[in-house]
């Protein structure tokens, strides 16, 4: 089946890690009854507190690698050295067939593909962090990274930054409240076209 010809919406939140982007998100799905949350695939183990089917389709590298053959994926990166995240097609007409518009937390770069399969059919939000500094203390106090983990996420977010104009909407994060009624208006705009 090709999803692009079915003129179905979906919505994007992209962000480097630790924009703000999950609280967004959880926001904008308690405030629009007619959106839902697109579960992704991941081969990341699940964090204290996350559930199989709910945050992530977690899955091992070998049955990931055999939806990619299978062409099950719109689109799937390797967000994280070794750690792939994909958004399943199966995701998406599940969410349509219940008469909603999906929205995807996906990375930077799976959200320029999604962007070039759906065009005009999807709506981008690029969340931006008030600063890199920001960024880092944020990602600190959550404490869910190793020194490592941490490093490699700031400088994606530093990567990231720069494709920000790609996408049809920038939302500074500097204040969170201000931040996630930007996002509903121009999403609530967008619902109704
Ligand atoms: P985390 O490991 O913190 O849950 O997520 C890491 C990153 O992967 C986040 O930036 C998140 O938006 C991204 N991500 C989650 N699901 C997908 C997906 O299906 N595709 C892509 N490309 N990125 C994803």
């Not at 609280?23 to 204290?48: D, M």
């Not at 990931?64 to 792939?84: D, L, P, S």
């Not at 909407?169 to 204040?175: S, T």
Request: with cysteine; glycine share 6%.
């Amino acid at each position: 089946m090709n999803l692009m010809k079915q003129h179905h919406k979906l919505i994007i939140i992209t962000a480097p890690s630790g924009a703000g982007k999950t609280s967004i998100t959880h926001y904008l799905l308690n405030c629009f009854p007619e959106l839902s949350f697109s579960i992704s695939a991941a081969t990341r183990s699940p964090r204290k507190g996350e559930k199989d089917g709910v945050d992530y389709h977690f899955m091992t590298l070998e049955d990931f690698n055999q939806k990619i053959r299978e062409n099950e994926f719109v689109e799937w990166e390797m967000v994280y050295e070794g750690k792939y995240y994909g958004t399943l097609k199966s995701e998406l007409q599940r969410i349509w067939k219940r008469h909603q518009t999906p929205v995807l937390d996906i990375d930077v770069k799976g959200a320029i593909h999604v962007q070039q399969q759906f065009g005009k059919d999807c709506l981008s939000l690029f969340i931006q962090p008030p600063s890199l500094e920001i960024l880092q203390k944020r990602l600190e106090s959550r404490g869910t990274e190793t020194a490592d983990s941490l490093q490699d996420r700031i400088s994606k977010a530093s990567y990231e930054m720069s494709f920000k104009q790609h996408f049809n909407e920038i939302i500074v994060n500097d204040d969170l409240d201000r931040a996630c009624s930007e996002a509903a208006r121009v999403i609530g705009k967008f619902l109704q076209s």
